[in-house]
């Protein structure tokens, strides 16, 4: 199986991407289009080589700023950091269990590195939808915040050292 991840195009069939999770399946068919629009996210799809048009996995970035009262490793960080938020990670149930989660991941973090040699970002934060989803951002290094277990931090820093 050839993947390829590019940016959301208008053209994309977004309805039949299933990833068993409707809350995630509904994001990418009636908002990612929205928030391309108003500059909120920006929206990567991975596609098939093949079947250009079939999205297989999905993940959104947005920028935001956290509080960095939970994050447990801080040296001298202000109250609060730029940061990038990964809004969205999914995989179509079909392709689950085949790397393709990981894959769009290490996309998603090379994007933020690019990112960060011209805006200055601190981190990657990530709101988990459960402690399973949790445990695979952990697995990649993301720490969970003290004081709110669901959000994971991974320090820009740590992912150049990769
Ligand atoms: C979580 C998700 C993106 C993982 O995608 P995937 O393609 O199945 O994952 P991969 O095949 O790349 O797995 C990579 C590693 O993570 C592990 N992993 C996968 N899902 C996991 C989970 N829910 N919890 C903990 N570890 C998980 C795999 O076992 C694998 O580890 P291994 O190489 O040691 O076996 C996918 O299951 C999904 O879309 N789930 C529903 C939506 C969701 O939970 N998204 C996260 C949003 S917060």
């Known amino acids: 199986m050839e993947v390829q991840i590019r940016k959301l195009s208008a053209d994309d069939d977004r309805n039949r991407f299933d990833c068993g999770v409707a809350s995630l399946n509904d994001w990418l068919q009636k908002t990612a289009s ?11 799809v991975a596609v098939l080589a093949d079947k250009p048009d079939a999205i297989v996995g999905y993940y959104a970035l947005a920028a935001t ?9 801080k040296s001298r960080l202000p109250r ?8 969205r990670l999914a995989v179509d149930t079909k392709r ?4 393709l989660g990981e894959y769009l991941l290490a996309h998603a973090l ?16 990530v709101d988990a939808i ?4 949790a445990g695979f951002y952990e697995k990649y290094g993301f720490v969970r915040l003290t004081n709110d277990p669901l959000r994971l931090v991974l320090p820009v820093a740590t992912i150049s050292q990769a």
């Open 34 to 44: 929205q928030h391309e629009k108003k500059n909120l996210t920006r929206t990567y």
């Open 65 to 73: 700023s956290i509080e960095t009262e939970g994050i447990s490793a």
């Open 80 to 87: 609060k950091v730029a940061a990038v938020l990964l809004a």
């Open 96 to 99: 689950k269990g085949k790397g």
């Open 110 to 125: 090379d994007t933020v590195i690019v990112t960060a040699e011209t805006i200055g970002i601190q981190c990657v934060v």
């Open 130 to 133: 459960d402690d399973r989803a």
